[in-house]
């Protein structure tokens, strides 16, 4: 089946509805766990503290409230493996992120627990086809979700890397939504049959032009596990460093995706 004749991914609404709250969760129960001198550490994404990414996180969510509040549009005209690529286009460089707006709050766990009981609010009373206007484009609420999915996995991921010794666990089907989510997106960038990239368990996708195979496996493979295909695909980690590091496998001419990456900010 050709690329553009592929049928776009279904993500199950009840699944992806749960993970999101189930990561939000995760997140706020570690949150409790720091002092002041952990929550002022710097992330590495520009001038963000840990406080500002945290509070970052609760705006992930109470964006599906804004967007909510917003008139429908008439009809969708961007489907979700889109998202990623909107984003990576429109949002500015990573050391040039502002704070999120409550950034400057003393209780970052009321606040996460103000987003979490808005949130289940919302999804009992919207349906999931309800359009949403966002960043990408009008999609549905459903959809939408996904991508809450990937934001909370990836600054989950971005929480770790800045607190020594933090641990917050990633729900494992919010970080499926969000492997399967960024590897949609890199074979809508690079549409083609040519090169493979496996991430285990959870997405296979085939990508970039070249000489096509009738069967079997595509003559270029690349592998990895989903937090590296994750902290690749958002720029959090440089492909040849990572296929130097043995952190992935790359295997035929046209392996080298390190040009394509990052699909997101």
Known sequence: MSPAKRR?????????????????????????????????????????TVRDLVAHVGTTVTAVHRAL????????????????????????AVDELAPGPASGRPGLDAYLAEADAGLRALLDAHPGGR????????????DYLVTRAVELVVHTDDLNSAVPGLEVPQDRQALAAATRLLADALAVK????????????????????????????????????????????????????????????????????????????
Not at 18 to 35: F, I, M, P, T, Y
Not at 71 to 85: F, G, I, S, T, Y
């Open 8 to 48: 776009a991914r279904a993500y199950d609404p009840a699944r992806t509805r749960a993970a999101v709250l189930a990561q939000l969760g995760n997140v706020r129960e570690a949150v409790r766990g720091l002092g002041p001198e952990q929550l002022a550490r710097p992330t590495g994404l520009g001038s963000w």
């Open 69 to 92: 509040e917003l008139p429908a549009p008439p009809k969708q005209d961007v489907r979700v493996a889109e998202w990623p690529l909107a984003t990576a286009a429109d949002s500015a």
């Open 131 to 142: 359009l949403l206007r966002t960043d990408a484009g009008a999609l549905p609420l459903d």
């Open 190 to 265: 690079a549409p083609g049959a040519s090169t493979e990239v496996r991430v285990p368990p959870y997405a296979v996708v085939q990508c970039v032009e070249g000489p096509r195979h009738t069967r079997g496996t595509p003559p270029s493979v690349v592998e990895t596990d989903p937090l590296t295909w994750i902290r690749l695909a958002t720029g959090r980690l440089d492909f040849a460093a990572a296929v130097a590091g043995a952190m992935v496998g790359a295997s035929g001419e046209r392996a080298d995706i390190g040009e394509l990456l990052p699909l997101m900010r």
